[in-house]
T-cell receptor, first 112, second 114 residues
Framework: GDSVTQMEGPVTLSEEAFLTINCTYT??????LFWYVQYPGEGLQLLLK?????DKGSNKGFEATYRKETTSFHLEKGSVQVSDSAVYFC???????????FGTGTRLLVSP | DADVTQTPRNRITKTGKRIMLECSQT?????MYWYRQDPGLGLRLIYY???????NKGEISDGYSVSRQAQAKFSLSLESAIPNQTALYFC?????????????FGPGTRLTVL
């Protein structure tokens, strides 16, 4: 079935380091892809999305490119801040049936 | 004011008790969802509703029931709570303008079943 696989965390970085969080998805249908972020004590909020192959989603300095050939949607940021510390979830959703399938989440810890 | 609200935010209860978690939204969305979050498992879908007259089971509906009282309200009930239902529960809403629509999440309810 449909699934999303994320790298396990926690990912621990120093401020201003480069971030990559890997995400791959099962290649069934033509999914839209999402990154959600969960800050401590809060619900999830959409960080960025891409709806078709080669699209790049971007927001708050984060980017992810929809790679159909590698079934990947890796999250990147050039220079992380302490305030980026959170749990990041990759997710997919097929057209037609509107159900989000989440990865297990990756915790990011950024130290000053 | 928040667009998606959940009550209560925290609840501790005992095995066998009936519990209701409530979700309200002011976004005017037809689609509403209930998820549970467990460490290392991400979010799993319990129930979803595409409009007031539509209720569907998700991947882990056993032990849960829902009620869609109005477009803005979607409640989750645990008829007889058990300890492995201890988790963080999220309600979410979604618009209907296409497959790339964002889901909007409430702040969550932390439920502990002793």
């Amino acid at each position: 079935g449909d699934s999303v696989t994320q790298m396990e965390g926690p990912v621990t970085l120093s401020e201003e380091a480069f971030l990559t969080i890997n995400c791959t998805y099962t290649a069934t249908g033509y999914p839209s892809l999402f990154w959600y972020v969960q800050y401590p004590g809060e619900g999830l909020q959409l960080l960025l999305k891409a709806t078709k192959a080669d699209d790049k989603g971007s927001n708050k300095g984060f980017e992810a490119t929809y790679r159909k050939e590698t079934t990947s949607f890796h999250l990147e940021k050039g220079s992380v801040q302490v305030s980026d510390s959170a749990v990041y979830f990759c997710a997919r959703k097929n057209t037609g049936f509107q159900k989000l399938v989440f990865g297990t989440g990756t915790r990011l810890l950024v130290s000053p | 004011d928040a667009d998606v609200t959940q009550t209560p935010r925290n609840r501790i209860t005992k095995t066998g008790k009936r519990i209701m978690l409530e979700c309200s939204q002011t976004k005017g969305h037809d689609r509403m969802y209930w998820y549970r979050q467990d460490p290392g498992l991400g979010l799993r879908l319990i129930y979803y509703s595409f409009d007031v007259k539509d209720i569907n089971k998700g991947e882990i509906s056993d032990g849960y029931s829902v009620s869609r009282q109005a477009q803005a309200k979607f409640s989750l009930s645990l008829e007889s709570a058990i300890p492995n239902q201890t988790a963080l529960y999220f309600c979410a809403t979604e618009g209907t303008s296409g497959s790339g629509d964002e889901q909007f999440f409430g702040p969550g309810t932390r439920l502990t079943v002793l």
